[in-house]
């Protein structure tokens, strides 16, 4: 076994350097004399276990993974694999960063495809115990090797892989999704709800309004024979969904309404409305069912005077201001109506605006949202698009000052959330009122755009026929 013994003779060779005993390197390590000499000495040798390997590296003051590339061979150490080292070393290689060793191992066992029930375990453990990025690898492995399309270990595994992507940018969320998408009805029923209740979230932040009424379309739908079923069938199995059962169903009708309301589309929209305002007959809602039957009853009366004020009903104002006010958390997506709604209709609002002046100026670039239900993402493009509204607002009142102020603050909001096509039309409008803008203000702008610059010098390549953002 070759590299067997190259990882015994390097250890060997700084033994020897270091002027080391098996005694006295026992002691570095806290491994005794007898696991040396079986190690090293022995016919045939002892397999080396991971944490034995990491005592010896750290003794030796060699980084983590210092003879990793050389442990591989150890997990195979008669030509077969041996999961009680290969398991523990494929975790501490996820760990330490070492994805290099992690697929020359993987790739060794898929020689035989039979070890992919347990490298998808092994990834199912990983993510039981929030390690999520570490079990990405092993998905993977499942997603390329799976040889039967239909198994429902590869569409757990896109829909694991998914499910992590929520943390990520949006281009790897949507890459993530695409590929889950033709696994979504071939997973497990409660996976079955949640990825639909993803999917849903993630192209409504995408702007990308047909694929979200669709996929809200099919969670209502989902949700519904899942709740007519839970009715006939008495003995209920327990759903380990993500949230409680009433959150799906009222959902599919929340984000359909919210759908057509952004396509302007709001006689429909208010036809959803009812779907999801009193959802207090639902079973077994519990304390968690209950708290979240209040949230969709609050959403339904915020959407439908949303509704009426985009369409120009200025008489609902100061029923909506004072909703507004006794509910903190639906101040800025409220602005953002407002706002909109005085674009299109060509109302003043200085009032308004002069009344939340203190929650607007509070609304900084980390728009802490501890208080409130509404993701961080979600909140992050709603700053953005009531900046855009504010600018536009700002412009049509001749307020110039203050409308570079707003098209600042959303270019800097575009820029970190990665919104390529709000950002050009903000970028379009500053060059358009540049020669009303304060020094201050041009710098600003300049240094927006020498951020821009740099990340796009970090890019590996940029075509000239791509947009660099």
């Known amino acids: ?38 190690m090293l000495n022995g016919n045939p040798p002892k397999p080396i276990s991971v944490r034995q390997m990491d005592l010896i590296t750290k003794a030796l003051n060699y ?16 030509g077969r694999p041996h999961w009680k080292r290969v398991k523990p070393f494929l975790i501490r290689c996820v760990e330490v960063g070492n994805l290099q060793c992690v697929e020359k191992v993987l790739s060794r066992l898929m020689e035989d495809l039979n070890h992919i029930p347990t490298i998808f375990t092994l990834a199912e ?47 790897k969320r949507l890459e993530a999704a695409l590929r889950f998408v033709p696994f979504r009805n071939r997973v497990p029923l409660e996976y079955h709800l949640d990825g639909l209740l993803k999917l849903s979230n993630l192209y409504f932040n995408l702007h990308q309004w047909k694929e979200t009424e669709r996929y809200a379309d099919e969670l209502r739908a989902l949700a519904t024979i899942v709740c007519r079923s839970r009715e006939t069938n008495k003995k209920n199995v327990t759903l380990k969904t993500e949230r409680h059962l009433v959150v799906y169903y009222g959902q599919g009708y929340l984000i359909k309404g919210n759908a057509l309301e952004k396509q302007e589309k709001y006689e429909e929209a208010m036809k959803y409305i009812s779907g999801y305002a009193d959802l207090s007959w639902f079973e077994n809602l519990g304390e968690i069912g209950q708290k979240e039957v209040q949230k969709f009853t609050l959403w339904a009366n915020a959407n439908q005077l949303n509704l009426k004020i985009l369409m120009g009903d200025t008489g609902s104002l100061p029923i909506y201001i004072q909703f507004l006010k006794n509910n903190p958390p639906e101040i800025l997506l409220g602005l953002l109506t407002i706002v909109e709604s005085a674009n299109k209709h060509g109302f003043l609002i200085e009032n308004i605006l002069q009344q939340f002046s203190r929650e607007i100026n509070s609304f900084n670039d980390e728009l802490s949202m501890e208080t409130s239900y509404y993701e961080q993402s979600f909140s992050y493009h709603t700053y953005a698009d009531f900046c855009y509204q504010l600018t536009i607002y700002m412009f049509n009142s001749y307020s110039y000052e203050n409308g570079i102020y707003y098209v600042l603050k959303c270019l800097r909001k575009c820029l970190q959330i990665n919104n390529k096509e709000k950002f050009m039309i903000c970028t379009a409008i500053f060059g358009k009122f540049r020669a009303q803008a304060t020094k201050d203000q041009i710098s600003e702008y300049e240094s927006i755009m020498e951020e821009v610059l740099i990340s796009a010098s970090k890019k590996p390549e940029v075509h000239s026929n791509n947009r660099a953002f």
């Not at 013994?5 to 004399?33: C, H, V, W």
């Not at 799976?146 to 943390?167: G, N």
């Open 63 to 78: 980084p983590e993974d210092w003879l990793y590339d050389l442990y591989v061979d150890e997990c195979f150490y008669d």
């Open 1 to 38: 076994m070759e590299n067997a013994t190259t990882i015994r003779s390097e250890i060997e060779k700084e033994l020897k350097l270091g002027g080391y005993t098996f005694n006295s390197f026992g002691q570095a390590t806290g491994l005794n004399r007898g696991i040396f000499s079986a």
């Open 125 to 171: 453990e990983l993510y039981e115990e929030g390690k999520l990025k570490e079990a990405i690898p092993f998905y993977e492995c499942v997603i390329e090797n799976e040889k039967y399309q239909h198994s429902e270990r590869l569409a757990i595994s896109h829909y694991r892989i998914f499910s992590i992507s929520v943390s990520e940018s949006m281009e």
